[in-house]
């Protein structure tokens, strides 16, 4: 799909209807994370920290 194609579809969206971001509660098990998940948990907690400060 070409960038002027997907442009011309993202004109037919209605982004009012879309479902928007909330504070979630996402179980997290020490046990399967892997480094990855680490990484993306201490930058979460990093930027609640910032929100909060703000």
């Given at each position: 799909?070409?960038?002027?194609?997907?442009?011309?579809?993202?004109?037919?969206?209605n982004f009012a209807e879309l479902p928007t971001g909330k504070n979630e509660d996402v179980?997290?098990?020490?046990?399967?994370?892997?480094?990855?998940?680490?990484?993306?948990?201490?930058?979460?907690?990093?930027?609640?920290?910032?929100?909060?400060?703000?």
């Open positions: 799909m070409t960038k002027k194609n997907q442009n011309q579809d993202l004109e037919k969206v179980e997290f098990s020490e046990e399967l994370a892997d480094e990855a998940d680490r990484v993306a948990q201490q930058r979460a907690a990093e930027a609640d920290a910032r929100n909060e400060n703000a």
